[in-house]
């Protein structure tokens, strides 16, 4: 098994750009989520999905969009970029509510 | 907002020595993970405490909860230079999905 799988591992873009990041996972895990990491801030929860053709929005979600299509693929999208989401992105899932994460190995995002 | 907040923020040892590091969170939680974070990578899962378990061990790791105090600590034991990295809890608050709140971490670091 891959796990979590995240592209790019790295992006610039210039302010007002739009681009998606990828997240997929093949461990038929339903529980799925982006979460952005930030010098000094720990983790916080862009949005997460619990299973096909169900989301939700988590701590920071302006300016970010999700969809999930399949069990495997999780995308997040941002709609006009801006430099104050220059950051590490996480995608995650997990089998079931109240269990570990697995984590992606993250994309690093510059916005300029 | 964060619900999880680890102490001490940098903690520096010698190979062999114990590492201690604590959560405090503010809410009631169905249980309490532990992550580490290698530099520049992903998180990966060290272990899981639920809410009425009082201590759990894995390997060379040590997890307390004290849910009156709404604390945990977490131990490693005989520490090697390989443990530097940063640790991070989280807490499924009670949510009913599978979402994690992550504190700001613990960074530390093992000198040979």
């Known amino acids: 098994n891959a796990g979590v799988t995240q592209t790019p591992k790295f992006q610039v873009l210039k302010t007002g750009q739009s681009m998606t990041l990828q997240c997929a996972q093949d461990?038929?895990?339903?529980?799925m989520s982006w979460y952005r990491q930030d010098p000094g801030m720990g983790l916080r929860l862009i949005h997460y999905?619990?299973?096909?053709?169900?989301?939700d929005q988590g701590e920071v979600p302006n300016g970010y969009n999700v969809s999930r299509s399949t069990t495997e693929d999780f995308p997040l999208r941002l709609l006009s970029a801006a430099p104050s989401q220059t950051s590490v992105y996480f995608c995650?899932?997990?089998?079931?509510?109240?269990?570990?994460?697995?984590f992606g190995p993250g994309t690093r995002l510059t916005v300029t | 907002s964060q619900q999880g907040e680890e102490d001490p923020q940098a903690l520096s040892i010698q190979e062999g020595e114990n590492a201690t590091m604590n959560c405090s969170y503010k809410?009631?939680?169905?249980?309490l993970q532990w992550y580490r974070q290698n530099s520049g990578r992903g998180l990966v899962h060290l272990i899981l405490?639920?809410?009425?378990?009082r201590e759990k061990h894995s390997g060379r790791l040590r997890v307390t909860l004290d849910t009156s105090k709404k604390s945990s600590s977490l131990l490693i034991t005989a520490s090697r230079a390989a443990d530097t990295a940063s640790y991070f809890c989280?807490?499924?608050?009670?949510?009913?999905?599978?979402?994690?709140?992550f504190g700001k971490g613990t960074m530390l670091l093992v000198s040979p």
């Open positions: 995650a899932s997990s089998p079931r509510t109240n269990y570990e994460q697995y």
């Open positions: 461990m038929n895990h339903e529980y």
């Open positions: 999905s619990v299973g096909a053709g169900i989301t």
């Open positions: 809410t009631s939680i169905n249980n």
């Open positions: 405490i639920r809410s009425n378990e």
């Open positions: 989280a807490t499924d608050m009670n949510s009913g999905y599978s979402t994690l709140t």
